[in-house]
């Protein structure tokens, strides 16, 4: 079965520093690849999305993300975190064959001063 | 603006009520599931739609029901048979296996 592993519960970064969230998929093809941010209280928005093509893929606000098949990851990045970054993350996997997304469990970002 | 949207933002609920949650997407999209969330958890799936008038079970589906009569609309009941509905609820859409977008979501309190 299709599966995400986000394996940090919980990261703390000063602001200003650089950012990488992980991401772990199982799927036997290609999928397509997904991360969102989810603020307190809020839906959650879309930051970038991979289909296929080129692996780094560049999102809104500044974010990243590159993908390994062969270390079958899709891990976000941004080079300089601000504080408004604070929130939770989620990547998730699709395909054309899927009827739902599988979303991972989450990442939750904090920023100190 | 093409969204999808979740009314109402709060909703309280007394012990033995059934209550709904509404969703509505102009975006013309085929799929539309219901999420919960916890504090401190991830998404968990209610149910799932990906056609008009059928509709398939997620993870936690007991203690909720659901109908799809319109495709721009997917209401969910928290029925009294669910013993802990308190939780924040999240609706999203999507075409098949691409992207969702969400709601931004309901939050259900039991008094």
């Known amino acids: 079965a299709q599966s995400v592993t986000q394996p940090d519960i919980h990261i703390t970064v000063s602001e200003g520093a650089s950012l990488e969230l992980r991401c772990n998929y199982s799927?036997?093809?290609?999928?397509?690849l997904f991360w969102y941010v989810q603020s307190p209280g809020q839906g959650l928005q879309l930051l970038l999305k991979y289909f296929s093509g080129d692996t780094l893929v560049q999102g809104i606000k500044g974010f990243e993300a590159e993908f390994k098949r062969s270390q079958s990851s899709f891990n976000l990045r941004k080079p300089s975190v601000h504080w408004s970054d604070a929130a939770e993350y989620f990547c998730a996997v699709g395909a054309p064959t899927f009827q739902k997304l599988v979303f991972g469990t989450g990442t939750r970002l904090l920023v100190s001063p | 603006d093409g969204g999808i949207t979740q009314s109402p933002k709060y909703l309280f609920r007394k012990e033995g009520q059934n209550v709904t949650l509404s969703c509505e997407q102009n975006?013309?999209?085929?799929?539309m599931y219901w999420y919960r969330q916890d504090p401190g958890q991830g998404l968990r799936l209610i149910y799932y739609s990906q056609i008009v008038n059928d509709f398939q079970k997620g993870d936690i589906a007991e203690g909720y029901s659901v109908s799809r009569e319109k495709k721009e609309s997917f209401p969910l009941t928290v029925t009294s048979a669910q013993k802990n509905p308190t939780a924040f609820y999240l609706c999203?859409?999507?075409?098949?296996?691409?992207?969702?977008?969400f709601g931004q979501g309901t939050r259900l309190t039991v008094v």
């Open positions: 999203a859409s999507s075409m098949r296996g691409a992207e969702a977008f």
């Open positions: 799927y036997g093809a290609t999928p397509y």
């Open positions: 975006l013309n999209h085929d799929a």
